[in-house]
């Protein structure tokens, strides 16, 4: 329910801020006795009334315009106001709950985790407090105190044509629905059926949660992580960057590298007329401390069978774009663009994931390629080997690094 009332809750606090100094109402006339001739009202009522009487009566009842509040809109609104205020002192109080209790779990959940729940949280709660004294401002206004409690069994015309009361009716039906409609994200419309590319997405956000365990996120101004994306639809080229206290990763999803501006760029990307410049997965690594790019591993999701990839033989065989990743890789900015980059490979390692376990740990050495098993497994089994193969090529990276690190001079 808080879902629903968060999503309408900017038209309903404008609507309610609105309704509090302008409610709707009606001119009634209402009748007075009076005495006397002078500056006394007359209409059709007096006047029957009068002549009813023969004039044998001292006073006359006058008309007199008032302004009514008690109209079936408000009725209605107080209504509305009543079943509001339940729900929000209920929520309010189930919030401060869960606030108590992520304070007592602290160390439960990721880190993104943690900082995305606090954060929805309190902005549940403002949310939730600011429609709460909005209503309570309406319900000690002197209008509202003279609107019964009567409900209408209809919903009057102009319910619906004042915008103001119309939102507030809108999300009343919405809160009362017993009917719930879950819609699919159109980016979606067009890739449910394509496994394979369901199968990279699984992929790319198994990895971020693996990679979560070990690295912090990067939540600098502008980060999905700062703006407390958990997960967004994996557009080509989404990237997400992690970091311990020697490197800084960056992930990144079917990106084409064929930018020489890049970290990474594939120089020849032709095999057998195939193009091979758009990996599934890349992890580029950088030294934390002067924030030079140091190396990088490609990762390759597979949805099929071992042999119908693997094989060199097969006229499906993948072999060719593994090998084309690590022959083919650039990079002008490897070691701040040192001499050394021209004979250095800047991908250290291909890993081609499959869900087929009778591929796990098949290789080919001389390309430093990989295959890992990688599927929903018990105990996560599949993705710590998998996480395990990642480490040892990050520490390969850092140890390189180490290594040509006093021979790049003044650039470290």
Known sequence: DFFIIKKYSRQVLSALTDIAENPRFEIKTRYRMSTGMKNVAFDAVTARRYASR?????????????VNY????????KRMISDYEGRLLDFIEKIKEQQAEEKRHHHHGTPVYRQTMSKNLQDFHVVASKLKRMAAAIKTSKWFA??????????PHSVIMDTRYNALYQLYMKLNSKEYHVRMDPRFSYTWKQSSYMYEMWCFVKLMRLILKSYDPDISEGSPFAQGKLFEFLDS????????????VEMLFDRALSDTEDLLYMATHSEKG??????????????????????????ECKYRKINSFWNQENS???????????NNSRSRRLYGGDPLKDTVRPVFAVIVLTPDTLGDGKEDADFRITAKAFKPSENDELGGSVMQRISE???????????VKPILGTQV
């Open 393 to 403: 090529v990050i520490g390969q990276i850092k140890a390189q690094y180490q290594r």
């Open 316 to 326: 499906r065989s993948s072999r060719g774009q593994f090998e084309t990743y690590y």
């Open 54 to 66: 023969a004039g044998s009566e001292s006073w006359f009842m006058t008309p007199e315009k008032v």
């Open 146 to 155: 003279s609107v019964s409690d009567a409900w209408e069994q209809y919903i």
């Open 274 to 299: 195939r193009n091979h410049n758009k990996p599934d997965i890349v992890l580029n690594v950088s030294d934390k401390a002067s924030g030079m790019y140091i190396g990088s591993m490609i990762l």
């Open 70 to 77: 008690d109209i079936p809109d408000n009725r209605i609104l």
């Open 237 to 248: 080229g989404t990237s997400y960057k992690f970091s311990d206290d020697e490197v800084v």
